[in-house]
């Protein structure tokens, strides 16, 4: 059974501070992962998708990496910005019945940029 | 492009009631939707995976007759939760996906509180 475990839980940084926050699956057999972002209360919007057959995936000042051997994917926020405040998701798509994609998505990071 | 939209956005009703949530696919045919749930600080649990025009395949744990998922058309699909309880209580997002193995583009999410 695939779980998806992302670290820290929460995170408190200042402004301008460069951070990372990780997702480890313990499956290999992935289709894609993608990091979303969720404010409170609200839906989630989707960040980067890196296929499995990619290293990773870069959108402004964030990065996304995928080591699929390994179970790992990082991403990397450069230069936080208080607005970055939300909880980070990190979601693996698996096959589900030969032809559809089914989401299995990590515990989420909280984060809080200090201005 | 890729919208997908929720109605209603936030739903008080009693025990006993039923009530209906809508997951629409504004600009793109959505072959398949998916409903996930989640509760107070915990992250999405998939319920169900619907494809237009069929039965919805339903994820371990979830009664398929207390949520009815109903996927019609292309564009709409609607969950109901019947005979709702308090431990119904939750925010219910949906996901469209226009095929098989395509990304999931998710709804702003329905908060339903059970009293």
């Known amino acids: 059974k695939q779980e998806v475990t992302q670290i820290p839980a929460a995170l408190s940084v200042p402004e301008g501070e460069n951070l990372v926050l990780n997702c480890s699956f313990t499956d290999s057999a992935i289709y894609n992962l993608q990091w979303f972002r969720q404010d409170p209360g609200k839906g989630l919007t989707s960040l980067l998708l890196i296929q499995s057959s990619q290293r990773e995936q870069t959108s402004g000042r964030l990065n996304a990496s995928l080591d699929k051997s390994s179970g790992r994917s990082t991403l990397y926020i450069a230069a936080s910005q208080p607005g970055d405040s939300a909880t980070y998701l990190c979601?693996?798509?698996?096959?589900?019945?030969?032809?559809?994609?089914?989401?299995?998505f990590g515990t989420g990071t909280l984060l809080a940029v200090q201005p | 492009g890729a919208v997908v939209s929720q109605h209603p956005s936030r739903v008080i009703c009693k025990s006993g009631t039923s009530v209906k949530i809508e997951c629409r696919s504004l600009d793109f045919q959505a072959t398949t939707m998916f409903w996930y749930r989640q509760f107070p600080k915990q992250s999405l649990m998939l319920m169900a995976t619907?494809?237009?025009?069929?039965?919805?395949?339903?994820e371990q744990g979830v009664e398929k007759d207390k949520f009815l998922i109903n996927h019609a058309s292309l564009t709409l699909s609607t969950l109901t939760v019947t005979s709702a309880h308090p431990e119904d209580s939750s925010f219910y997002i949906c996901?469209?996906?226009?095929?098989?193995?395509?990304?999931?583009?998710f709804g702003p999410g329905t908060r339903l509180t059970v009293t």
């Open positions: 996901s469209a996906s226009s095929g098989s193995l395509r990304e999931q583009y």
């Open positions: 619907s494809n237009e025009g069929s039965k919805a395949t339903y």
């Open positions: 979601a693996v798509s698996l096959y589900y019945g030969g032809a559809t994609n089914k989401l299995i």
